[in-house]
């Protein structure tokens, strides 16, 4: 391990311990060089899928971008950032447990919007009208009526 201080690739591991989350080793390190202390992290290197966009190119998958748009529906909503932070990691996990080497973009798009539908129906008709791409008031009104019949009145 290089030191970030002087660069040598001298060291010593003072203490090892798993993470708060249990998905890392924490390693304090010891330069022989300089003498001065640093930490690394150890994790499983998880392989994320390429996202194939509907005009068929492909680019790595951005949780960041899950993120985004999920800020984006529930913004001025009563949704806690943690709980926004919780289902972009679900997401991502799943996705990755798939074990596919190209996922669709619409597949991720389904998973955002089961996840708002059960969270917020604001947030979940703000996700669609962009996601789903309504034509006219007419499309965005068929959505709602569905979100109705399916689980009574909206959350609010």
């Known amino acids: 391990m290089k030191c970030p201080f002087c660069e040598?690739?001298?060291?010593?591991?003072?203490?090892?311990?798993?993470?708060k989350e249990g998905n890392a080793i924490r390693r304090r390190r010891e330069c022989l060089k300089c003498g001065k202390r640093f930490t690394s992290y150890e994790r499983v290197e998880e392989l994320a899928p390429m996202v194939?966009?509907?005009?068929?190119r492909r680019e790595s998958f951005?949780?960041?971008?899950?993120?985004?748009?999920?800020?984006?529906?529930c913004k001025k909503r009563?949704?806690?950032?943690?709980k926004i932070d919780?289902?972009?990691d679900n997401i991502e996990k799943k996705l990755i447990g798939l074990g596919e080497k190209e996922i669709p973009s619409s597949s991720i798009g389904e998973e955002i919007m089961a996840a708002l539908k059960e969270l917020d129906k604001v947030a979940y008709v703000r996700f669609a009208s962009v996601y789903r791409q309504f034509k006219d008031i007419n499309e965005l009104m068929d959505e709602v009526k569905?979100?109705?019949e399916h689980k009574g009145t909206p959350k609010e």
């Open 8 to 19: 040598s690739q001298e060291d010593k591991v003072i203490d090892s311990r798993v993470s």
């Open 146 to 148: 569905t979100l109705f």
């Open 62 to 73: 951005n949780a960041d971008k899950i993120r985004s748009g999920l800020l984006i529906a």
């Open 78 to 82: 009563p949704i806690e950032t943690d």
């Open 52 to 56: 194939i966009k509907k005009d068929g």
């Open 86 to 88: 919780e289902i972009v």
